[in-house]
């Protein structure tokens, strides 16, 4: 069982959208905010933006659709979540073997070599400035930026246990950034039941087994109350 997330599962928590249309960060670039050319151009003003969300996400909490995973996880040994979420919303509700396609804007690495860095998530970037790694390289945010491509070790493992999953959830994700966005289809070509939870519909609605047009919050936890009933 593969539970696949992106950003609409985020929102039902109150995790801000990637730049907030009427907020400070609405007059910058995203190129600006999110590449590696922008980061090296203004380090700053990145860390700056990155410190900002950070602050915004530990102030949410993961909801009902997030523990739901966490439900079915209990009674379902071999299920996975991918996620293009960069929030840790998965692994504070406790969910297990959680692949971030994404990356971990709580995580920090180099910039340069790539080696994982410990820092505090709030660290005080005016009085210490940027931190360093120890080759020197400017110490960055562990999520993956445009131009980048998603960890190669992490989409590997992803796709394979897509083609061995029974049963796939899509949920509250476009399916239209890709390469991500193949695996609902490599899903289905393998023989998997896929399940769309999503009130728009997507590119993938037409190929679905199952659409659920509802908040994952409400219709995961259904879900599982109607499994364990069926299997009572």
Known sequence: ????????????????????????????????????????????????????????????????????????????????????????????????????????IFATKCLECGMALDMPPNFDLKTHGIPQCECGGMARPGVVWFGESLPRETLTRVFELTRRADVFFSIGTSTEVYPAAQLPFEAKNHGAVVIEINPNRTPFSVHADLVLQQPSGEILPQLFEELQFALA
């Open 1 to 104: 069982m593969v539970f696949f997330t992106g950003a609409g599962i985020s929102a039902e928590s109150g995790v801000p959208t990637f730049r907030d249309k009427d907020g400070y960060w609405s007059k910058y670039d995203p190129m600006i905010l999110a590449s590696v050319d922008g980061f090296r151009q203004d380090p700053e003003l990145v860390w700056e933006w990155y410190l900002y969300r950070r602050e915004k996400i530990i102030s949410v909490e993961p909801n009902p659709a997030h523990f739901g995973i966490t439900r079915f996880q209990s009674i379902f040994n071999e299920a996975i979540v991918a996620t293009q979420n960069v929030d840790d919303l998965h692994n504070r509700a406790g969910n297990r073997e959680v692949y971030e396609l994404h990356g971990n």
